[in-house]
């Protein structure tokens, strides 16, 4: 026998190699003779049953071209089913069945329409060139409550105490109680003007609120410094339909934090959020988009 590094000789010709030219060769080990499972596997190299030529999956055994899936069998509902290979038709939907979908049919939310298409001659002064003028609101009709409720008693404690008077024949008192109602008539008529020309403005910039007769206020504040806004209603406010806003900026000083007695809130606060989030779809709901001016 060689050494380590030589390579292993068999002792005779052909030892260690099973026999493949012999059929009836089937490593016969006189050791092994008592070994009935010896004998069993050695039977498995004989030429006795196998697998036959003949045996096994024949071509009409199995899966015939009849069985399986038919067109009628299984989950198959041919009245709704079609592989005739025409395209998709979608469904159509007339007029009358979209009618309630959109905001006209009552479907959508309240819009808050502007008082005007363009800005009035008292809300242009203050708009630049480049600035998109989305509308003006006044404010609601409660904001003149207080003047209103104190002009109405005025009236009817003035006419009763200037009918007394005038009973008691005390006609200094009566021009007195006259003059003092003419002097609230006029608050309250003041008033009335000034609630008139107070505006709430929306621009695609800014929003300001203009007031003052004589003396003019104009506040406003960029929408892109509002970090919160939130408006608030009362019971009576949920009721007549208006409410109080409130914006925060990152600024401690406000000029425009509050404006209360807003008519409609909560569509007009979508529409404030919209102009922050979304100012190109409300340039293409107005058909007022950069492409359509240049044209």
Not at 28 to 51: E, I
Not at 81 to 110: A, H, I, K, Q, W
Not at 140 to 154: D, E, Q, V
């Amino acid at each position: 026998m060689g050494g380590p590094a030589e390579p292993h000789e068999p002792r005779g010709e052909g030892a260690g190699r099973p026999r493949d030219d012999d059929e009836n060769f089937g490593f016969d080990d006189p050791a092994f003779d008592g070994d009935p499972d010896y004998a069993r596997r050695r039977r498995a190299y004989a030429d006795g049953p196998g697998y036959s030529p003949d045996a096994g999956y024949s071509p009409d055994a199995g899966y015939s071209g009849d069985a399986g899936y038919a067109r009628s069998a299984g989950y198959r509902d041919d009245s709704s089913y079609d592989d005739s290979g025409e395209e998709y038709e979608p469904p159509v939907f007339t007029e009358e069945e979209l009618e309630g979908l959109g905001p006209e049919g009552g479907g959508g939310p309240r819009r808050v329409l502007p008082l005007e298409d363009e800005p009035t001659t008292l809300v242009a002064r203050y708009l630049f060139p480049t600035e998109r003028y989305r509308g003006e609101w006044k404010r609601h009709w409660i904001h003149l409550s207080t003047p209103l409720g104190i002009g109405a008693g005025a009236t009817l404690a003035l006419g009763y105490l200037a009918g007394f008077l005038t009973r008691q024949d005390i006609n200094g008192l009566v021009t007195v109680a006259v003059l003092i109602w003419l002097g609230v008539i006029s608050w309250v008529a003041w008033k009335v003007f000034d609630w008139y020309f107070d505006r709430f403005i929306l621009t695609n910039k800014r929003v300001m609120v203009v007031n003052g007769i004589i003396t003019r206020r104009v506040a406003m504040m960029p929408l892109l410094r509002v970090t919160d806004m939130k408006y608030e209603q009362s019971a009576l406010g949920r009721l007549l339909s208006y409410g109080t806003f409130v914006l925060e900026s990152a600024g401690q000083d406000q000029a425009l934090r509050e404006v209360k007695h807003l008519p409609n809130p909560n569509e007009l606060y979508l529409r404030v959020v919209e102009e922050m989030y979304e100012p190109q779809a409300v340039e293409a709901r107005l058909g007022k988009d950069t492409d359509g001016d240049d044209a």
